[in-house]
């Protein structure tokens, strides 16, 4: 990579977004990391990390253009964008087990993090990204997004939207072909890993399928270094395989 090689992870504070953010900070081929958070300030671990520059943000698609502004301001070569952002349950939402338990309110605020947000920051990010070196944008999304692979059913919201984000990636990887062709996509399934969001869910987990997020991180940042850019968007797996569409 060149030189100057910077990185942005949005979605910082989560399980994986921060696990990114220090895997990229370690790295010695990335010069600076941006990392965007609903927070307005670094863990404390990483406050005066020398090469993080941290930037807070709603997720309105003003306050979106507010930070491509901040990073565009430091004239960076981005080549390693993590989108991060995902919820499955909260205060009032939970995985709906059948019919009965859809709930409007529930399925907009589900699609609004995990397809919309990450599609807004494809729309508004494609010119900071645009240039001549290969730049290797990944999204993370999950194996239940997959239709071909709902074997279980239940989860309609989560499943719905990894799914629609899932298309917007392969909308968008078609439009970065022909106006960004430096850029390409992944829609990254992590598999299982231990962050607030697998919490509930985890006791039905066999032990040695649960990852860390730092191991999770860590196979991210491979196979993003290992992809073609090719045009394509790629839906894989924390294994690099593979996942049916
Ligand atoms: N953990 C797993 O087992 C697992 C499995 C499959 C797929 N995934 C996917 O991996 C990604 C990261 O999840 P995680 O495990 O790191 O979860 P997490 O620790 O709960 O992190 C949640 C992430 O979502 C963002 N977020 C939460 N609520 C939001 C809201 N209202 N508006 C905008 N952003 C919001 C957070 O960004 P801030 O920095 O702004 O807080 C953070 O990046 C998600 O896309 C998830 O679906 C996880």
Redesign the pocket.
């Known amino acids: 990579m060149s030189p100057q090689s910077d990185a942005l992870v949005a ?7 921060r696990a990114l953010v220090i895997a990229l900070l370690a790295d010695p081929s990335i010069h600076r990391v941006f990392a965007v ?3 307005s300030i670094a863990p404390d671990s990483l406050q005066h990390h020398p090469k993080l520059v941290w930037l807070c943000c709603d ?1 309105t698609e003003e306050s979106m253009l507010q930070v491509v502004e901040q990073v565009q301001s430091y004239r960076p070569t981005i080549l390693r964008v993590a989108i ?5 349950h909260g205060d009032k939402l939970a995985p709906e087990k059948r019919l009965e338990d859809i709930n409007a309110d529930s399925l907009q605020a589900v699609f609004a ?2 397809a919309i ?1 990450p599609v807004l920051w494809l729309k508004v990010l494609r010119k900071l990204l645009n240039g001549a070196e290969h730049c290797k944008v990944a999204v ?4 239940v997004g997959s239709i071909g692979d709902n074997h279980l059913g239940g989860w309609y919201a989560y499943r719905a939207s ?1 799914a629609a984000l899932n298309m917007f990636l392969k909308t968008a990887s078609i439009e970065y072909s022909r106006r960004s062709a430096n850029v390409k996509l992944i829609s990254f ?5 231990d ?4 919490k509930p869910f985890q006791s039905s987990v066999a032990a040695h399928k649960l990852f860390t ?1 730092e191991f999770v991180a860590t196979k991210l940042i491979e196979h993003m270094t290992a992809a073609e850019v090719d045009g394509q968007l790629a839906f894989i797996d924390w294994d690099g395989q593979t996942i049916d569409w």
């Open positions: 979605g910082a504070s989560g399980g994986i977004g958070s609903r927070s997720y991060c952002h995902g919820i499955l993090v995990n947000i993370l999304s999950a194996r990894k399934h992590p598999g299982t890993t962050t607030p969001l697998s997020a």
